[in-house]
């Protein structure tokens, strides 16, 4: 039977993946809402996931989208190497897509500051209301989700693709990453697979990547 699976997928969170540091929580920081640090607070205690984290805090965020797109385009920064990895995989022809359980507003917004807004982004969803926003996270059969998005998604793309090399930097990428084929990690993520001697190539920028990728033929077909 002849295999339907695309030979390779890249995979990749967004906040301090792609970008340098967390804008959801830039944004939190500048805007609120005043519960803010006691959300982040039960995030970081594992009291909440991610995704509730966002939905919560996002709820009383009463900010003019607007206001929101132009802090992000002037505060966002990315990974040194960004557009030359995006400009590489494009010649390569290689499916690329950022899975984040970030939000889709300020995502958006910050890719359009490079003019990349033809990238396939999958995250939470905002609806702007009088009082802030309400963010929803869907899984493949566009049901409600409240953790371990990532991973669904990656779990789905699995059948897709016979290979995924997956970029992330924190605990929520663990799950996703450990069923991918090659991953790339920084930060936090990058502590667990050393500190649990898994194999992984370390990151900091993409021009890092990009010298990886073209000395081991990451991208080929025999990556494994």
């Known amino acids: 039977m002849k295999n339907l699976k695309k030979s390779l997928l890249i995979q990749s969170d967004f906040d301090n993946t792609i970008t340098v540091g967390n804008v959801s929580e830039q944004i939190h920081a500048e805007f609120g809402p005043s519960n803010w ?21 996002f709820k009383n965020l009463n900010v003019r989208k607007s206001v929101l797109d132009d802090f992000v385009k002037a505060n966002v920064k990315f990974r040194a190497g960004f557009l030359d990895f995006i400009n590489y995989i494009n010649i390569q022809k290689i499916d690329f897509k950022i899975v984040s359980s970030g939000v889709d507003f300020y995502i958006k917004s910050a890719l359009s500051s490079l003019n990349l807004d033809g990238l396939e982004t999958i995250s939470g969803k905002s609806h702007f209301t009088d009082i802030g926003m309400e963010i929803s996270y869907f899984d493949i ?3 409600l989700i409240v953790n371990n998005f990532k991973y ?38 990058s502590d667990y697979y050393k500190n649990n001697k898994l194999p992984y190539y370390k990151f900091d920028n ?12 990451l991208t080929k077909s025999n990556i494994l």
């Open 37 to 57: 640090p006691q959300i982040y607070k039960k995030y970081k205690k594992k009291l909440i996931t991610v995704e509730e984290s966002n939905i919560y805090s």
């Open 141 to 143: 059969n566009n049901e």
């Open 152 to 189: 669904s998604y990656t779990k789905h793309h699995k059948t897709k693709y016979d290979n995924i090399i997956y970029f992330g930097d924190s605990g929520t990428d663990i799950n996703a990453s450990k069923i991918s084929d090659v991953v790339f990690a920084t930060d936090k993520l």
């Open 206 to 217: 993409f021009f890092d990547v990009l010298k990886v990728i073209k000395n081991d033929n």
